[in-house]
């Protein structure tokens, strides 16, 4: 017998189809099995219910209505958790990719310069702020990380709009998506620009409850979200999509004749606003692309980057959580799988709209399992960005330079855009000229020794040379000092109680370096 059960809160109905237990059987069959799943999820969405109806019960009366509406959304992506099973793509069903689904970015033409002004009135640029900086060895938002003289990721990103804005006379608004996190910090950063030619807008994306691994209820007791920050995560960058549109932004821009967004981590240097891309947008006449996607050329360094694949006859994104484990070889071949996504989003605004008004956008769970400090685990429930892409017409990956691909996730990240390796201007980093090869070097350096940027800092004397640099790895007590030369493949290894000090003007090119090395001043 089937029997369906309602279960809500607030007005909010979650509906599943639960067959009742027939009693005990003495060999377990799969019905059995599935009967005994269909009960405990049935059992797991009614106590989930009671939980976020008590939570909401302790919600501040002006934060209601946002409340109900997050915990809505996060009750819908908990159930299709417990009711999805198995991987999200068929791998026999991936076809080869259409010879059109991908476009070279050398065959783009640039905007003849009548056409600028107009264009990038159409345009609105996003960037993805609701990291914090806390992999690094920083406090508050990752975007305050100083990067490159004295500047941080938001100093430069505001540097390259403001630059856009005065150079071409437009209003290109820059759009701040913050997290729960970064929200405060970043509010009061932004006054520091009011001066500047640029018009700042943020809003912030959801904030869920933590679910217990093991009973899988929210660990949170009350909606004090900064008396107990652990037991509330940010859902990933998916949820962009209606955090955007119930801020009101979404239709702002709407109306305000904007045409696209350009969406990018606030963490990539290399995510400026192209105007050979923007102008193939703006080219379409009636025929308009929705969703364009910048990909680039898989390296060795990239094998687990999400690419883009054709599935039931649909441009759609795959990430490595999606691949069976038999296949996840297969899934990192550079030559099976050439491209993979550097999270540059070019989506028209209108399209956004449509699609969340449909209701036609279902993006693939991602479940991030963590063990706090108190040794709880715990599931985060999180979405993609990218994983939109299948629900919008007209899809199109645009196979870019690697240089718009540079994001800084590690001390190893920084020390190549702090070194002479770059040039910047206006904001934007652009690779030397006198560097001989258009790729960048292999930096690897010890994760006990570097990885928070106080330490790293403390370790040069000044950012080594490293034009001429291919690979790099430190590893142990090593510090270096001023005006070194790294050439070629260098290897440096301080053994555990040694410390090996690589003194000012030195320069080492393809050398391995083990054991003690001191120079004292006398």
Known sequence: ?????????????????????????????????????EVTQRDSLVQLEKEMTALLTTTADDKKDLAKSQFTAFSRLFQRFLEESGPSVDWDKIEKLPTDAIRDYDTLSKPS????????????????????????GCRGPKSVIQVRNDLTFLD???QQIEHLNKKYNVNVPLVLMNSFNTDKDTEQIIRKYKGLQVEIYTF?????????????????????????????????????????????????????????CFISNIDNLGATVDLN????????????????????????????????????????????????????????????FKFFNTNNLWIKLDAIEKVLNEGSMNLEIIVNNKTLDNNLN???????????????????????????????????D???????????????????????????????????????????????????????????????????GRNVSLKGTVIIIANHGDRIDIPSNATLENKIVSGNLRILDH
């Open 378 to 412: 715990i599931i985060q429930l999180e979405t993609a960005v990218g994983a939109a892409m299948k629900s919008f017409n007209g899809g199109l990956g645009i196979n870019v330079p690697r240089s718009r691909f540079l994001p800084v996730k590690k001390t190893s």
């Open 277 to 336: 891309i923007l102008n193939m947008l703006l080219d379409r006449g009636t025929n308009p692309l929705e969703f364009v996607m910048e990909v680039t050329n898989k390296t060795k360094a990239d094998v687990k980057g999400g690419t883009l694949i054709q599935y039931e006859n649909k441009l759609r994104l795959l990430e490595i959580a999606q691949v069976p484990k038999e296949h996840l070889e297969e899934f990192k071949s550079v030559k099976k």
């Open 113 to 136: 310069p009548d056409d600028i002004h107009s264009k990038l009135e159409k345009l609105v640029v996003v960037k993805l702020n609701g990291g914090l900086g806390t992999s690094m």
């Open 204 to 260: 912030n994306q959801s904030c869920f409850p933590r679910v217990s691994k093991e009973s899988l209820l929210p660990i949170a007791h009350d909606c004090d979200i900064e008396g107990n920050i652990e037991a509330w995560y940010p859902p990933g960058h998916g949820d962009f999509y209606d955090s955007f549109k119930n801020s009101g932004l979404l239709q702002k821009f709407i109306d305000s004749g904007r045409d696209y």
């Open 414 to 480: 920084l020390l190549l855009v702090m070194s002479n390796l770059y040039h910047m201007r206006n904001g934007s980093l652009s690779m030397s000229p006198l560097r001989m090869f258009p790729t960048t070097p292999l930096v690897k350096l010890g994760d006990k020794d570097f990885a928070k940027v106080k330490d790293f800092l403390s370790r040069f004397a000044t950012i080594p040379d490293i034009l001429e640099l291919d690979h790099l790895t430190v590893s142990g007590d090593v510090t270096f």
């Open 1 to 37: 017998m089937v029997e369906e059960t309602n279960v809500g809160y607030s007005g909010i109905n979650i509906s599943t189809n639960v067959v009742k237990p027939k009693g005990h059987s003495r060999v377990p069959s799969s019905t059995d099995l599935k009967e005994f799943k």
């Open 156 to 158: 430069l990103t505001v």
